[in-house]
């Protein structure tokens, strides 16, 4: 590998919404590589609260101030994103043990799929390991107050969409 080159990493997922575990692995991410390509998947099987273009605006809006973060979207096999921004390396949370199963069974059929992929891994902060977006995305469908989970533009974001919905 040549001693200038960029390293880069893709730390996609759904982030419906983005949470303040997710904030975490991102900003120890960007303390540890050059780049972090945050990419929001295209999903259209499953149900969301934001659409792609809301949640990725509004994960530009609290990283705007971190010039390592990027913020993309994806549709299609991650691996096949990932050769078309010439970056290896995917990065993932692990909460608890109960992820384990399906990040083992996601990074090995990566790097099945294409063997340059290497998935790494950060271990979410305690504070954040009872975080989900679903269990969020059900707080505030329900009425709930989701402001210790999700940081304030996700939060203003989702309060909007509510109101029309
Ligand atoms: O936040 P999530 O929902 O756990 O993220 C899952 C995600 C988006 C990373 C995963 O579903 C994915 O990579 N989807 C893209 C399609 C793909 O490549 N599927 C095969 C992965 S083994």
């Not at 063997?115 to 989900?132: G, Q, W």
């Amino acid at each position: 590998m040549c001693e200038d080159m960029k390293r880069s990493v893709i730390y996609p997922g759904s982030f419906d919404p983005l949470t303040n575990g997710h904030i975490n692995i991102i900003k120890r991410a960007s303390s540890t590589f050059d780049e972090v390509i945050v990419s929001v998947a295209i999903n259209s099987n499953k149900s969301s609260l934001m659409t792609v273009d809301q949640r990725v605006k509004a994960i530009k809006k609290v990283f705007a101030k971190n010039k390592k973060v990027k913020v993309d979207k994806f549709e299609g096999l991650l691996v096949q994103y990932a050769k078309s921004k010439k970056v290896n390396t995917i990065l993932r949370g692990m909460r608890t043990v109960q992820d384990f199963e399906y990040e083992m069974q996601m990074a090995t059929s990566n790097n099945k799929l294409n063997s340059k992929i290497e998935t790494v891994f950060m271990v979410a902060d305690a504070k954040f390991s009872h975080i989900s977006s679903s269990l969020i995305k059900d707080i505030i469908k329900l009425g709930g107050n989701a402001e210790e989970f999700v940081p304030e533009p996700i939060e203003k974001e989702l309060k909007k969409i509510l109101k029309k919905g």
